[in-house]
């Protein structure tokens, strides 16, 4: 058991990749926090992991009252914080042109000042016990020009440079903080953004030709919590079937995606 004993803190946990990391977590014996917008799924996310231990608690992470009541909640029941996975997030598909400042707006508080606001709250607790580890999910899309990412592909970029600076800024409390950037997998939120075209498109271009699971991004996650990762910092991991390494994916006798 890698985790044994640490509190994890999963924002966005009520589904999707959130919940398969807490489950992830359970499973390698820490102690589940799940804390989303939906506070009836994070319940009945919390039940499903039949953990002996665990909380959900309602937050929305746009907000820094909500923010500090969700972190006081945890610190009230236990005392610390030990892992916090930063995995809240909307989707989001409207073109450059036409994207209004009210969704980019939207897009930017949840998705970027949400996990800044998450982070500085559970930070200020693991600075006092010199101790603790944070992964923020960013994205593929803050890598790379996808069409329709304007705001969202801006928010998981300046996601992935604000870990580097709390890399830097948080190594000397002994807080060990990473990205895990997912390429395109399959949940609730890559059901509702990619069309049937959109889906073709990624089966083509990601050379293991196919979409994630929510597990392996789990997987990721466990790995970057537990002490093997030591040494791993400031670093963003790719977990996407090769879509950032690959260049031109023509392979000759496969048809391209249909049009
Ligand atoms: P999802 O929509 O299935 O789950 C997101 C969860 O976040 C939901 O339970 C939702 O209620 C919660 N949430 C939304 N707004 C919130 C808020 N303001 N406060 C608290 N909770 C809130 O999405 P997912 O596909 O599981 O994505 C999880 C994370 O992974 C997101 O940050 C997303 O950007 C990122 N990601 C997903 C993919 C993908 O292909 N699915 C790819 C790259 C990155």
């Known amino acids: 058991m890698r985790l044994q004993g640490k509190i994890a803190l999963v ?3 009520a589904r999707g990749i959130g919940l398969a990391i807490a489950k992830a977590f ?3 014996g820490a102690t589940p926090v799940i804390a989303d917008i939906n506070e009836q799924g994070a319940r009945e996310a919390l039940g499903t992991l039949g953990a002996s231990d665990g909380l959900a608690l309602a937050v929305n992470v746009a907000d820094e009252a909500s923010v500090h009541g969700m972190v006081q909640a945890i610190v009230d029941r236990y005392g610390r914080v030990d892992i916090l996975v930063n ?3 909307i989707g989001g598909n409207t073109p450059f042109l ?5 969704e980019w707006n939207r897009t930017i508080s949840i998705n970027l000042t949400g996990a800044f ?3 500085q709250a559970c930070a200020r607790e693991m600075v006092k016990r010199r101790s603790g580890k944070i992964i923020n999910i ?3 899309s803050g890598q790379r020009g996808g069409h329709g990412r304007a705001a969202y592909g801006a928010a998981k970029a300046g996601l992935e440079l604000l870990t580097k600076v709390m890399a830097v800024e948080l190594a000397e409390f002994g807080i060990n903080v990473n990205n895990i950037a997912p390429g395109a997998i399959e949940t609730e939120m890559a059901k509702f953004a990619h069309d049937q075209a959109t889906r073709a ?3 083509y271009l990601i050379p293991m030709t196919r979409y994630g699971t929510p597990e392996e991004i789990a997987d990721a996650a466990v790995f970057l919590s537990s ?3 030591r040494y791993i910092h400031g670093h963003t991991l790719n977990v996407d079937g090769g879509f950032r390494a690959a260049g031109l994916m023509f392979r000759g006798d496969k048809a391209a995606p249909a049009s």
């Not at 036409?98 to 009210?102: A, G, R, S, V, W």
């Open 227 to 229: 002490d093997e990762s």
């Open 26 to 28: 359970v499973a390698e």
């Open 138 to 140: 960013a994205s593929l």
């Open 201 to 203: 498109a990624y089966n």
């Open 98 to 102: 036409d994207i209004t400042l009210e």
């Open 117 to 119: 606001l998450v982070a």
């Open 87 to 89: 995995n809240a997030g």
């Open 11 to 13: 924002t966005g946990g």
